[in-house]
């Protein structure tokens, strides 16, 4: 068992969708295969599925896995447990990929090459300006500013937001990174 089952076995609801996904719907496509990665309680899956995708769910806690399919309503979501930093997951292709608060460098080329022509790409996670103790404090899995533009250069920009410290400190997004980009259609 893993630290992160420890912290999924008593979970009594799905995780909460990253707000970067629950604001843009509409960029969804009407249909496709989408992977929620590094998806913990599924909130991200879940709320894809809702949205008429075709959804799988990757995680290394087989816990979380384990009450995301007992959370799951409709029709099942395909899970599949994975160490993202221990193994190389399998390439398939999806149309969307959805990454919140989970920060591993060398996937990068994995998820760009695993997007299909026109795929979206929506990422949120913590950047190392952040204003609170909020998610993790190791640099390890902080981004640098910009960097999240860096990892994924060879997609196509949709939106980008990264607002650190500038303005009303008490508004807005303030720990996070959020970016939406598009692989190229062939």
């Not at 420890?6 to 969708?17: F, P, T, V």
């Not at 995708?53 to 979380?64: G, I, M």
């Not at 795929?119 to 913590?126: D, E, I, V």
Request: net charge negative.
């Amino acid at each position: 068992m893993n630290k992160w089952d420890d912290r999924y076995l008593s979970a009594k609801q799905s995780g909460s969708a990253c707000s970067l996904l629950e604001q843009n719907l509409h960029l969804l496509p009407q249909q496709g295969k989408a992977l929620d990665l590094a998806c913990g309680l599924g909130g991200n899956a879940l709320l894809l599925q809702a949205q008429g995708l075709e959804v799988e769910a990757w995680d290394s806690s087989a816990a979380a896995l384990q009450k995301l399919s007992e959370f799951t309503v409709d029709k099942p979501i395909t899970t599949r447990c994975i160490d993202l930093e221990a193994e190389t997951p399998p390439l398939q292709q999806f149309d969307v990929i959805v990454i919140a608060h989970y920060l591993y460098r060398p996937l990068s080329h994995w998820i760009i090459s695993s997007l299909a022509p026109g795929g979206l790409l929506f990422y949120q996670t913590y950047h190392d300006q952040k204003l609170t103790e909020q998610g993790p404090s190791s640099p390890q899995f902080l981004l640098k500013p910009g960097e999240l533009l860096s990892l994924f250069n060879g997609l196509q920009l949709v939106l980008y937001r990264e607002e650190g410290a500038c303005g009303n400190l008490n508004l807005g997004e303030r720990n996070l990174a959020m970016m939406v980009a598009q692989k190229p259609p062939m």
